[in-house]
Each structure stands twice: as C-alpha cells, then as structure tokens.
C-alpha cells in the first residue's frame, strides 16, 4: 500500500513521505506496463474523514500498539469525540494527523482483500485493482464494498467507481484525457457535484436547458454498448432523467446490459417504478429479467444491494406481481437481507398460497426479517393468522403491530 506510514521516520516527523502519491501512479503504470490486456477496477471511499467510526478507529489503533499507548488512545478519543460535537463518527480533515488514523481504520479492508488474493494497489482512499477479465475486476469491487459497508458503515463513491480495460486506464487517469471522453464528460460537467439523492427537478434553469440538449437517449444506448464501459454516475443519473419520461423503447437497452448495471440497482429500480402504463406482457417481461439473476444459481449471483433494490420494486408496486418467484427467492436465498425483502414483497404481491410458508423461517431470522415475515403472513387466513399469533406468544411491541397489520 501506498499510504502514510510512521516506520522510516525521523523521530520528530509524523510519518514518512515515502511512498508518495507520485510513486503510487507510478507503480499503478508499471503494473499496467506488465499486462496491458488486463482491466482495472477504480474506486475511492465516499466522505472518508467524516465518516469514520471512532469507535472501530479505537479498536484498530488498539490492536496495532501496545499496551503502553492505551492511555494515549483515551485521549484521542476524547478529543475526538469533542471536534465531532458528540457525535461518534468523522475525524477532522485536512490535518496531517488525521492521515495515519485513516490508515489504521483501513487495515481490516486490505487484510480482506488480501485474504480473497484481489491484487489492489491503495493510496489513501484512493483503489485500483487489476483483473484479467471486467468480471474479476467487477468481484473486487463488490469485496471491496460489502467490506467496507459490513465492517465499517462506509461506501465507494458511485461517481469514481467503474471498470475499464487498463490500457485506458493508463491513457485517462495516468497522461490524461482522450478527445473520445470529452462528450461524455460534457454531461458530467453540467451535472456538476452530483449528489445522488440530486433530482434533475433539483437543478438550475439553465442546467435543465442544457440537460435538454443532450440527447439523453443516445447517450445512454452508447455508454451501456458492449465494449464500453460504464461511467456509473453519467448511467445513474440518464437513468433518473430518463425514467420521469417513461420511455419503453429504452427498456431493452437497461435489461440486454443489465449485469452491468448492478453497482446502480437504486437507479434501475427508479427508472422501472416510474412506468406505470406498460402493457401486462411486457411487464411480466420485465419483472421476469430483473428476479432471473437473483435465482441464477449457474453464474455469479448479484450482490445483495442489488436483490435489495430490485425486490423493493416489487414490494412498493403490486403490479409487478410474480409472488411465485419471490417465494423461492425467499426460500432458497442464504441472505438475511434478501429474505427480509422478499418477505416484504410477498407481503405486497403475494397470496395465502405463498404466504403459509414463511413463518417456518420466523425462528431463524433476524428481528427485522421477523417482522417482515409476520407482514407478509397479513395474506392467510383470519382464523389460521389468528392461531400463529397465539403460537408465537410474541412480546416483541413491533412484532405485536406487525402481526396484526
């Protein structure tokens, strides 16, 4: 890793300036020099500094000092606990101080990575990891953000996020920006500092005018091409803009590319919640493309942000019906999140055909799945609901709502 380390310092410095940011482009070039053919994975952290955890910040620097600097790590919590007004999470940033405090944070997450043999290169924030295939690239990534959602409360940055050959990864990022970007970058530029939760209803006057000039359509046929790869944040934020049109014709396009599109799942369930006029066939057809992967048990199976997004279409909109699917969704899934949505989405589509078998699964679950369950047995029968909910013998207030909601 290339990162700010204290081992090699003088005794009155902090940490080393070597490695510098400039040693790791170099070193990042000269992993590329040796297989050009490979593809790179690029990520940073979203809102790194401010979102750190102390509480894991204490345990990380606990773990990697001795004893003796116990003390001292009190001290540091207490002062950080004072510059975040009370709050837990975020460490100041811009001081120097702050930089190796980061590092210790991250050491889980390149143990991690290691531990999965990904081969990144870090600085800072700041990954690159190389693969052979965009798929390999593509499973780093998903390590690398189940990792630091799971261990740490973080995210990747959507923006900065994206897998492209490494070859193109040397020609934008490393000598700098190709004429065949500068289109595509145009959008981004308008856009600005997007913000995800950014609707284009959000934007000035004349950023809409020129939101408008674009054609959005092509834009969005020409970045989900095969051999392209995706600007994540140019596709999110077509995807919003485009799903307030309502546009059918775009729908093959979405679903032909849809694999690649996982990392946006927020943005292709909006773009689908939106089309509330499409004829039965074809939103069988829809509903039908969007769960196969989730059951797909011959590749590799969708992260769980993406079965999360997809099922909750299915929860917010009956219309969207398939409670046939959603049930072995529910069953066959090894995710506790996954079944909570499912149960959720039974709930909403389903029938007593399919909602009689899910309590069996109460036992297991987690609190909240438990209550997704006891919601979607609301489609039994009065009589026999009745009967599970003297079974149970629930104490649980929220369990109690549920149950009889």
């Not at 000269?30 to 952290?45: C, L, M, P, W």
């Amino acid at each position: 890793m290339f990162s700010y380390r204290s081992e090699g310092a003088a005794p009155d410095i902090l940490y080393n300036d070597k490695p510098s940011y400039t040693d790791f482009r170099e070193r990042v070039a000269q992993q590329i020099a040796k297989a050009s053919e490979a593809f790179v994975g690029i990520t940073d952290i979203g809102d790194f500094y401010p979102r750190i955890y102390q509480h894991k910040l204490v345990n990380a620097l606990q773990a990697a000092s001795g004893s003796s600097k116990h003390d001292h790590i009190r001290v540091l919590e207490k002062m950080l606990l004072r510059f975040s007004d009370g709050a837990s999470y975020g460490i100041p940033v811009g001081p120097a101080a702050s930089r190796p405090l980061g590092e210790a944070v991250l050491i889980d997450v390149d143990s991690t990575l290691m531990s999965y043999e990904i081969d990144f290169i870090r600085f800072t924030d700041d990954f690159v990891i190389f693969a052979a295939t965009p798929q390999e690239a593509e499973y780093g990534l998903r390590i690398l953000g189940e990792t630091l959602f799971q261990n740490h409360g973080l995210t990747m940055q959507t923006a900065k996020t994206r897998v492209l050959p490494a070859s193109e990864y040397f020609e934008t990022h490393l000598t700098g920006t190709p004429e065949k970007e500068e289109a595509r970058r145009k959008l981004l530029d308008i856009v600005g500092d997007y913000d995800e939760a950014t609707a284009y209803e959000d934007l000035t006057d004349d950023e809409k005018k020129e939101i408008d000039a674009l054609n959005l359509s092509e834009m969005l046929k020409d970045a989900l091409a095969e051999g392209q790869n995706v600007d994540y944040k140019e596709v999110s934020f077509i995807l919003g803009r485009l799903s307030a049109l309502q546009k059918p014709e775009l729908i093959p396009i979405v679903l032909e590319s849809l694999e690649r599109l996982y990392p946006v799942a927020h943005s292709v369930a909006s773009f689908f919640k939106e089309f509330s006029a499409l004829d039965q066939r074809t939103r069988e057809d829809v509903a039908k493309a969007l769960l196969t992967p989730i059951l797909d048990s011959k590749n590799v199976p969708p992260s769980e942000y993406y079965c999360i997004w997809i099922l909750s279409l299915f929860h917010h909109h009956r219309d969207w019906n398939h409670a046939e699917t959603l049930l072995r969704i529910f069953r066959e899934t090894h995710s506790d999140a996954v079944r909570r949505y499912a149960a959720l989405a039974l709930g909403t589509s389903g029938t007593r055909s399919q909602a009689i078998h899910t309590p069996k699964y109460l036992g297991s679950a987690s609190s909240l799945c438990r209550t997704a369950i006891l919601l979607a047995t609301g489609r039994m029968g009065t009589d026999e609901r009745k009967y599970l909910r003297q079974s149970l013998h629930l104490s649980d207030p929220l369990e109690k709502l549920c149950a009889v909601s």
